[in-house]
């Protein structure tokens, strides 16, 4: 089910996103309960191959997503910056249920693919290409963290 379900994280319907992100969510809470050897088997399969690959690919979606709100702003297209801004509260929300799991690998990992796949590319990307990014990226950035 993980797999099949981790397919879609990046798909461009938001229910089916969030849907997505229920059951990552949920399949973390069910591997939280009290140690026992299944547990503990679970846990190293989804910090395995293909699996912990998830969060570089959703850093690099977060990262995509918050170069299109800097580009909704540079064109002033109001309504697809408020609708992407919206957006961009339920993610940073999943980012931080995701940071505030018990599973300090998976922390690790999370961390290691936000800072090296999306906060420094976007920040440092978003002062050196004078046309293709604004400063409004990286203190938006910034501000949310």
Not at 23 to 39: D, E, H, M, T, V
Not at 101 to 112: C, D, E, T
Not at 128 to 141: A, D, Q, R
């Amino acid at each position: 089910m993980l797999e099949k379900t981790l397919f879609f994280y990046n798909h461009p319907e938001s229910m089916v996103r969030t849907t997505v992100r229920n059951i990552y969510l949920s399949i973390l809470k069910c591997n939280s309960r009290p140690k026992s050897a299944g547990n503990e088997v679970y846990y190293k399969y989804m910090v395995s191959y293909p699996y912990c690959n998830y969060f570089i690919h959703y850093a690099c979606f977060i990262r995509d997503f918050w170069l299109n709100i800097d580009k909704n702003y540079i064109l002033k297209d109001e309504f697809m910056l408020k609708a992407a801004l919206e957006d961009n509260v339920d993610e940073l929300m999943y980012l931080h249920d995701l940071i505030n799991s018990n599973k300090p690998k998976l922390k690790k990992m999370l961390i290691n693919a936000f800072l090296t796949y999306c906060i420094v590319p976007c920040i440092v990307g978003s002062f050196t290409l004078v046309n293709k990014g604004s400063l409004f990226l990286s203190t938006h950035t910034l501000s949310s963290l």
